[in-house]
C-alpha cells in the first residue's frame, strides 16, 4: 500500500464522544478503499490505516452491541 496524504484532512469524532476528551477516536473520511483512524489525545501521533469493509463490519458490530464500546 502506497502512504496517503493525510495533511489537509479533516477529522471527526463520534457524536457520542464526550467533551472532555475521553477515550476517543477520530476518523476522517474521502478514502474510499480505507478509513485512517487515529487517537484523539494524540493527534500528532501514529495514524491506523483500516480497509473501509473492515472499519464498516466494526462499526455495525458496535451498532448492533456485538462489541462494547
Not at 13 to 33: H, I, L, M, Q, R
Not at 39 to 65: I, Q
Request: some cysteine; charged content about 20%; proline content about 7%.
Amino acid at each position: 500500500m502506497q502512504p496517503i496524504d493525510l495533511s489537509a484532512v479533516t477529522w471527526r469524532k463520534s457524536t457520542y464522544s464526550n467533551p472532555d476528551g475521553g477515550a476517543c477516536v477520530e476518523v476522517c473520511d474521502g478514502f474510499p478503499a480505507v478509513v485512517p483512524v487515529r487517537d484523539s489525545k494524540d493527534r500528532h501521533g501514529p495514524v491506523l490505516v483500516v480497509a473501509a469493509g473492515g472499519w464498516a463490519s466494526f462499526v455495525d458490530a458496535l451498532k448492533a452491541g456485538v462489541l462494547r464500546a
